[in-house]
């Protein structure tokens, strides 16, 4: 823990960071009894503190901190952990991890405004919902480059821990941010990219300004593009005014040095659903409102729209302003952001067109045909409206939408729709233009992001909605839901990762469990086979299933046998339910009504056609390749929506497709997890609700990570700190003064204290508790703490009293000694011999005086002998002195000459010294220079050398090709000529079948003339046979005339049959020809075509083979000869650099030369300079003899100038 001058450098930020020292030390120093002190739940606040007053037959009985006194099941109290454990920065570290300890910690440093805090491997923010200064530039400064544990939690921690792991490792990060609606995600991604930008930014060179690119650094391009995306993809929800309704993963690209390369953007799940269909307390995409603002009159004319969204029943649902966002200066900021992220006039035009259209779409209408289920349009003008923004015809469109044309095997059939129907078709084209519109504009952002500089690694921010469990939960939730199911799974599967990395390090035997497994139920009945994702799909493929039949097979198939499929529990109030998921965070209740609409989500194709035939530039871009995507889908491409059999694209296919996509993604990084919370629903800076915390807390897995840890070895200490902080608990187990192994003496001192063994195991390093242990350890090191301070205590004061017991009998035996001499002397007072005693002493002095004379005049005569003799040695002194001083004076003056010479031989040392160093320097630089030649020379020859094999391979390879050319061109000659063979072949039986169908004209006109002559006979043979009736009723009469109309009959009839066979053989002969004509022709009609089909396809084969070829050949010549020129280049640089290296190598070896010749000479100076300071030495120690004798006679001198002064 650091002190409070490290906590300096976090300047203003640093009392909401961490708590200062001195509310430590009393934290630690605060009364505390571990048995007693307990959490105990509460119907109002969920848990509140108590003392634990007893307990017996399974309740307990607490005194609460409010003075109430209440009786509870023990399973309802918690123990509390200790008071040093407050406000702790990493949860996972508290002695007792259960529920109430876990909110007390974030609610007591919430309300210090410590807004972090980390909980194993998550850091949990809760939003403040006011400004705090812990984002400036020396906060970052302050966090640059620390681990985790050496500074306090903060979101600028996790960034650059992510940033080290990925310059260390070489890997891909991610930080994953999840939370409710409003608990502060987007604000923490852009801290995030805020200290990226910051970090990766130091001491990078300004790029260059590149036209028709965003300028500024990274976080601003970044807020530039923030209000086209929040416009089109945040609406307000229950709990927040501008929530995101997408999920963002921004990529963070890095070069290899670590600087900052670019950044792009993906999303995922944009909740399209939210354009047909909003709460009642909830609200569309923004960017609906801003329009009908009116702010830009010439826009409300251009998309034909009013003022009023109450126009609009589709975007109308629920509410139509938000109190904290003015729709105007939103409007302006987007239409800003649209200009500066470089959309062109046309495109903006349209973005705004398509975005008008999708309005309208709610306001088309249609009805029942009479007597028949067909839908049909209910007016036109609405769909005029939308046919002008969206660049069709109107009437193309209606038919296309309540006639739609549908693939049955080969054939395009026409389909008739109903009316709900054609609306859901409507809903679903609305929807798929938004997403698609949405999802065009952010890939136009990341164009603009990306800079085109190198990349190496990148760091993933991922900002998703987190679990939610409402009154009424439908398929949006479920998918929601499971999306975090996941992510939870990967955090278990991450953490168990960690734990296991952990434990296989210090060599600590245990059962590993994947906690992943944990989930695993719950995620296999959504996505597995059978699943409810799998059942919904299903269903969406017959036309007569139900949200019942949906909901039977459901129960069938699972009701009873899978744990996570439950019935839901009835309630009041409660919203009715069809089934409950058991889920991570809690048991969820699901509604089915709909989801059977909502998961197909058709696009009716025939309009999908007329959108790619828009002469709306921006719809036909849009829809370019959907019949591409289809075809790829069809055949078990990736989206997996399109099958065969016309089947479409579910919406649960697709989720269940971006949520792979982005699973893979995290898997490929190392993961960093946030965790952000809602203190309160009514946003009061400070105020925590207790039910709400706890609520996302399970929620967001915070829990579920410190139910793991409580399975595992929560607590871990070093062997020494754990020595040196228990070893009080029984020091007789380690030998004062004797050298012990820290591991050793841990071991000894555990195994010799009363806990339970199997609760701890040793590893390499540290040893590791079960959760509980540490706080047990905690309490019996204090109870023993509390004893030998007692026992401190007492010997001291023990010592104490000691001591003044000595001074107060000190004192009685003074005070007797003093009243006994007072006594004494006031008794002989007045005695006449005392007095006379006090008159004679001071007489007594005189007696000596004369015995200090004699001993006065014999100290004279010896002076007076010794004055004499030190006059003389005086005398013979100076004359010494005299030689001495001129002595002195001549070696001064060959001192001052040495001295003179000494300069002048230093000045020239230290002039060759530094040409010394210069030409070493010299000579050093030229050296590295000559190595760095030799190297590049070296690598030069190894590129020369592989560009040489490199043209080898190429040339070989550009044979093969003229080999395979010229082989080629043989075969298509070959094929030219069978080809030109079947033309002429085919032109021969073109003649034939010319002929033959002349003959059948002919046959067929010979026929048709046999039919008219048949037909005129037969009408002769009637008018005959009515004359024979008459003629018979005349038989009488008329018989010689019968006789010969009976002749005449027979002749007729004979006349008939002739002509009757003459019918039948031309008929005949008709009927061969054809068949002659069909069979012969046809055929071999069919042959021929489909064997010249067959030649052109070879040919063409042939001919693009020929193209690529030669394609291919022109391109190894093109790099052969950059090769070639490379080469020449290369040789010419390596003889270059040879030329130089012989340069340098004679300037080495003439600066070699010249350092010998400068040392050799420095050497010679320096023989001389240590011989004449030899003879300086010399002189010195002379002259500092003769000095000090002088100094002696004069000494002696004045001795006995004083002694003569004296006689």
Same mark, same amino acid.
């Given at each position: ?43 109002? !606040? ?18 609460? #901190? ?7 099941? !023990? ?8 008071? +040093? ?189 939210? @354009? ?7 609200? =569309? ?12 009159? *010439? ?26 966002? #003015? ?209 919904? *799909? !299903? ?121 792979? +996509? ?58 020494? #700190? ?10 007789? @187990? ?17 195994? =010799? ?199 080898? *391979? ?63 006979? !037969? ?10 009736? +008459? ?173 003569? =002064?004296?006689?």
């Amino acid at each position: 823990m650091s002190t409070d001058s490290e906590m300096e450098q976090y300047g203003p930020a640093a009392i909401y960071l961490r708590k200062p020292e001195r509310e430590r030390i009393e934290a630690q120093a605060a009364p505390f009894d571990a048995k007693t002190a307990v959490f105990v739940a509460d119907p109002d !606040e969920m848990y509140v503190k108590g003392k634990l007053v007893k307990k017996e037959g399974g309740k307990a009985t607490v005194e609460t #901190d409010g003075g109430k006194t209440v009786t509870v099941k !023990e399973d309802d109290i918690h123990p509390r952990n200790p008071p +040093k454990y407050d406000k702790i920065e990493d949860m996972v570290m508290m002695t007792h991890l259960n529920e109430p300890c876990v909110l007390y910690n974030l609610k007591e440093r919430y309300a210090s405004w410590m807004i972090y805090t980390y909980s194993g491997l998550f850091c949990v923010v809760v939003n403040p919902y006011k400004w705090l200064p812990v984002y400036d530039a020396v906060v970052v400064a302050a966090y640059r480059g620390k681990k985790r544990i050496e500074a306090p939690p903060h979101i600028f921690s996790i960034s650059d821990n992510a940033y080290q792991f990925m310059q260390i490792d070489r890997e891909n990060q991610s930080v994953l941010i999840t939370g409710e609606s409003g608990a502060g995600k987007t604000v923490n991604t852009k801290r995030v990219i805020q200290y990226f930008a910051t970090i990766a930014a130091i001491g990078a060179k300004k790029a260059e300004p590149t036209p028709g690119k965003m300028q500024g650094s990274l976080e601003d391009q970044i807020i530039a593009a923030n209000p086209l995306l929040e416009a089109y993809g945040n609406a307000k929800t229950v709990r927040n005014d501008n929530s995101s309704r997408f999920g963002k993963f921004i990529r963070i690209h890095f070069g290899a040095t670590g600087k900052l390369a670019s950044a792009d953007i993906e999303t995922y799940l944009l909740e399209k659903s939210r @354009v047909t269909f909003q709460l009642s307390a909830e609200r =569309s995409y923004h960017i609906f409102y801003q329009l009908m603002t009116g702010h830009k009159p *010439e826009l409300l004319e251009a998309l034909l729209i009013t003022t009023n969204p109450y126009d609009y029943p589709m975007i109308s649902q629920g509410e139509i302003t938000v109190k904290s966002i #003015d729709d105007i200066e939103e409007f302006i900021a987007t239409d800003t952001a649209i200009d500066i992220l470089g959309f062109n006039a046309d495109e903006k035009l349209g973005i705004y067109k398509l975005t008008g259209a999708v309005m309208h779409h709610g306001n088309m209408k249609f009805k029942q045909k009479q007597r028949e289920e067909q839908a049909e349009p209910d007016g036109t003008e609405v769909a005029d409206k939308i046919a002008y923004l969206m660049g069709l015809n109107s009437a193309d469109m209606l038919k296309a939408l309540c006639y739609p044309r549908v693939k049955v095997g080969n054939e395009m059939v026409t389909k008739g729709q109903t009316v709900p129907q054609v609306n859901n078709a409507v809903s679903a084209l609305c929807k798929s233009v938004y997403e698609k519109m949405f999802l065009w504009m952010v890939i136009r952002i990341n164009e603009m992001l990306d800079t085109k500089q190198a990349r190496q690694f990148y760091i993933g921010v991922l900002d998703i909605a987190g679990f939610e469990i409402f009154d009424f939960n439908s398929l949006e939730q479920l998918c929601i839901n499971f999306t975090n199911e996941k992510l939870q799974q990967f955090f278990n599967h991450t953490m168990f990762v960690l734990e296991q990395e952990e434990y296989k390090k210090e060599g600590i035997e245990w059962e590993f469990i994947d906690f992943g497994m944990d989930l695993a139920s719950c995620i296999e009945l959504i996505e597995k086979p059978l699943g409810i994702f799998s059942i919904l *799909e !299903e269903e969406c493929m017959f036309p007569k299933a139900s949200d019942t039949t949906f909901k039977n097979k459901l129960h069938d198939q699972h009701l009873g046998k899978t744990k996570a499929f439950e019935k839901p529990k009835p309630g009041k109030g409660k919203a009715e339910a069809h089934f409950a998921l058991v889920h991570y965070a809690g048991t969820v209740d699901y509604n089915i009504t709909g989801w059977l609409d909502k998961n197909k989500d058709p696009l009716n194709e025939s309009v999908i056609q007329l959108y790619q035939k828009a002469s709306n530039k921006l719809l036909a871009f849009l829809y370019a390749s959907h019949g591409a995507a289809d075809e790829a889908a069809a055949s078990g491409g990736k989206k997996g929506g399109k099958k065969k059999g016309g089947a479409f694209q579910t919406v649960s296919a697709v989720f269940r497709e971006n949520l792979g +996509k982005l699973m893979t993604n995290l898997r490929s990084t190392h993961p960093h997890f946030v965790r952000c919370l809602i203190p309160n629903e009514s946003k009061t800076p400070g105020l925590m609700e207790n039910f709400l915390v706890i609520h996302q807390l399970r929620c967001n897995g915070v829990l579920e990570g410190i139910r793991i840890c409580r399975k595992g070895f929560p607590s871990r200490i070093i062997y020494g #700190d754990f020595k040196q902080r228990y070893k009080v608990l029984n020091a007789s @187990v380690i030998p004062e003064g004797q050298f012990i192994d820290n591991k050793k003496a841990s071991e000894k001192l555990l195994g =010799s204290i009363d806990v339970d063994h199997t609760q701890y195991m040793f590893g390499h390093t540290k040893v590791f508790f079960k959760a509980g242990l540490l706080g047990q350890l905690e309490e019996m090191r204090d109870e023993k703490l509390a004893t030998l301070v007692t026992m401190t205590q007492a010997l001291c004061r023990a010592y104490l009293m000691r001591r003044e017991f000595v001074k107060m009998m000190e004192r009685r035996e003074s005070i007797l000694t003093i009243q006994y001499n007072i006594r004494s002397f006031m008794n002989v007072k007045n005695w006449p011999w005392l007095k006379v005693y006090f008159k004679i002493k001071p007489l007594l002095k005189s007696a000596e005086t004369e015995k200090e004379l004699q001993q006065m005049k014999e100290n004279y005569d010896k002076m007076k002998s010794d004055l004499a003799a030190a006059l003389a040695k005086k005398k013979e002194l100076e004359e010494k002195m005299v030689s001495l001083l001129q002595e002195k004076n001549d070696l001064q003056l060959q001192v001052a000459s040495e001295i003179e010479n000494l300069s002048d031989a230093e000045e020239r040392c230290e002039g060759l010294i530094k040409s010394k160093i210069q030409l070493e320097a010299k000579l050093k630089e030229t050296t590295e220079r000559l190595e760095d030649e030799e190297e590049i020379n070296a690598e030069l020859t190894g590129k020369k050398r592989k560009l040489e094999d490199e043209c080898s *391979e190429l040339k070989k390879d550009i044979d093969d090709l003229e080999l395979t050319l010229a082989k080629v061109e043989k075969e298509k000659h070959a094929t030219e000529n069978k080809v030109k063979n079947l033309t002429e072949e085919m032109a021969s039986q073109d003649e034939s079948i010319a002929k033959l169908t002349k003959e059948k004209k002919a046959l067929q006109e010979a026929h048709q003339q046999t039919l008219d002559d048949l037909q005129a006979e !037969e009408d002769k043979v009637n008018t005959l046979t009515k004359a024979k009736t +008459k003629l018979e009723q005349q038989v009488d009469d008329l018989e010689g005339s019968l006789e010969k109309e009976q002749d005449t009959s027979s002749h007729l009839e004979r006349m008939k049959k002739n002509l009757e066979v003459t019918v039948k053989d031309l008929q005949h002969r008709l009927d061969e020809a054809e068949n002659l004509a069909m069979k012969g022709g046809k055929k071999q009609l069919q042959k021929l075509e489909s064997r010249v089909r067959e030649l052109e396809a070879e040919v063409e084969a042939e001919q693009r083979r020929g193209a690529d070829a030669v394609k291919g050949v022109r391109k190894y010549e093109r790099r052969v000869k950059e090769l070639t020129y490379q080469t020449e280049e290369d040789k010419k640089n390596v003889t270059r650099l040879q030329d130089l290296v012989d340069k340098l190598q004679l300037k080495v070896k003439t600066y070699k030369r010249q350092a010998e010749e400068a040392e050799e000479q420095a050497n010679t100076h320096m023989s001389r300079l240590r011989k004449v300071q030899h003879e300086m030495e010399e002189a010195q120690e002379r002259a500092d003899i003769a000095e000090s004798q002088v100094n002696k006679l004069r000494a002696k001198s004045r001795d006995a100038g004083k002694s003569d =002064s004296a006689e």
